[in-house]
Every structure is written in C-alpha cells, then in structure tokens.
C-alpha cells in the first residue's frame, strides 16, 4: 500500500508542489497520475521513491513510514519499489544484458544468479533475442523496455513509471503501456505518472488529477479531465 496523508511539499523559496494531498494505492492497483505540466506529478513520484522528503504530512509504504527515511534505507526501499523515467538513462558502453544486470551487480548479487534471472526477465519485456545489443543498436521503445526490465530485476512491488513514453511514437508508446498492463497483471502495483490523454482514456484504471498541487478528481475507472 502507499498513502499520502496531508502531504505538502513546497520548495525553496516558497513554491507548492504539492497541497494537502491525502491518498491511499492500494496493493495490485493500476493508477495513473495525471494532469498538465508543472501540477506536482513527478514530485508525486519523487516522494514515493524517497527522491524527495514531503515539507508536511507522511507518507508511508507498506508499513514503512518512509517521511524522514535515513539516507542508508533508500537502497533497500529502492529494492522494492521499480522506477522507469522518460529519459532512458542506461549505459551507453554495455549491452542490454550488462545494463540489466549492472542494477543486480550492485546489489552485491552473485554472478551465477545474475546470469539466471537477467535473461529471465529480458524475456519478459520481448528482448530475449537482444541481450547483446548496445542501447544506440535498438530502438527507443526498445530502450525504454530495457529500462523496464532493469526496474523488475529487483522483483518489485511497485513500480513507478513518470511519463515513461514522453520519448516514444504513438506505436511504441501503446506497447509499453501494454508490457506495463502486464506487469499488473503478475500483481505489482503500477503508479503511471502522464500527461498522455490518450493512453490514459485507453487504460480504463484508476485515475488521479492532479492541478495546483491538489488531487481534485480521484476515479475508480476514469478519464483524462483537463
């Protein structure tokens, strides 16, 4: 579960990101976060993955009251929580399997292990026949399903997507949504943070608006409003 209770968040030197904003996700939900530029989205999401600390208010995930997170936890809420941004931000000098597998490496994980499981979920994005490719030799909505299966490798609970197909075509855009469908559907919670009406309307999950800061429309199986 992740819940906002009377989050604000207001950055320096007094501008309002966020506004009093109660909210609760519950586990396995598929919502998108929406509303028009500069509404306090991505800082949503930021504060979700401890990017950012709320100003105000408390945020919590699972269990875990995550609002003032010592700065040696993020790695482990980071482990449970997958996070996929509009800018692909993978390696330029490694392969899709190394890129993948770079996020286990960290971790500390062995390289037997890594060896089964970053295949296992290249598989799951449609790059299985890929692996060895550099990220200039694919696509961008090939990129952007690396980036997806670096963000699972962890098995998360969450995963958090912010504009994840701002870079995409119309085609490529529609297959991510449907991987991250997907996704969904093997029970990890999706938190989809966009601006793209049209996904959004095609979805038919929960919707979240977000304007000036403030959630002024929460729908079961909603629209894009604005």
Not at 89 to 114: C, D, H, S, W
Not at 128 to 148: C, L, N, T, W
Not at 181 to 207: A, S
Request: cysteine-free.
């Amino acid at each position: 579960m992740i819940s906002f209770r009377g989050v604000s968040k207001i950055y320096p030197p007094n501008v309002t990101a966020l506004k009093d904003v109660d909210l609760v996700i519950q586990p396995g939900e598929f919502v998108s976060i929406v509303g028009q530029s500069g509404t306090g989205k991505t800082t949503l999401a930021k504060l979700i993955i401890a990017e950012q600390r709320p100003t105000r208010g408390k945020v919590v995930i699972g269990d875990w009251d995550i609002t003032n997170i010592k700065a040696g936890e993020i790695p482990i809420l980071r482990r449970q929580i997958g996070v996929v941004f509009q800018d692909f931000k993978l390696l330029p000098r490694k392969t899709l399997f190394e890129n993948v597998a770079f996020a286990l490496e960290v971790a500390g994980m062995q390289r037997k292990r890594i060896a089964t499981i970053v295949p296992q979920v290249l598989k799951i994005v449609g790059l299985e026949g890929k692996m060895d490719r550099f990220p200039r030799e694919v696509s961008g909505g090939e990129q952007q399903r690396a980036v997806i299966a670096r963000a699972l490798v962890h098995r998360p609970k969450i995963l958090v997507a912010d504009e994840p197909t701002g870079n995409l075509d119309a085609i490529n855009a529609h297959d991510i949504i449907e991987l991250l469908r997907k996704i969904n559907e093997f029970g990890t919670t999706i938190v989809l943070v966009t601006h793209n009406r049209e996904i959004v309307n095609m979805l038919h999950k929960r919707v979240v608006t977000i304007d000036q800061g403030m959630v002024i429309s929460d729908q079961k199986t909603g629209r894009y409003l604005l």
